[in-house]
């Protein structure tokens, strides 16, 4: 898989890895399309995201327990899943 991991898009890599728990809130997983579980974020929240996406937080192992994945398909993958609750894609 790591020879094909630069190839991925942010939707491959969510697909991959991410979608086995935020798919279904896995424990306590923010699932995607579910703006409820969104909320409440600080204006900084999409920083604070992929650095916990990158290194884990809480119940979440860094880069979903796959470090093969690059730290920039992380944050394009938690983009994606921004991208499902909000209707433009997060600010650089």
Known sequence: MIEEASTYSGADAYEQVC??????GVNGAPRTGV????A???PLWEAVLFEHAKKGY???PA???EEWLSDDMVE?????????????PPPD
């Open 58 to 60: 809480k119940d979440m």
């Open 63 to 65: 880069k979903g327990g």
């Open 35 to 38: 703006a409820e579980d969104w």
């Open 76 to 88: 394009k993958a938690a983009e994606h899943m921004l991208r499902q609750v909000t209707r433009e």
């Open 19 to 24: 979608a086995r728990c935020h798919e279904q």
């Open 40 to 42: 409440g974020r600080s």
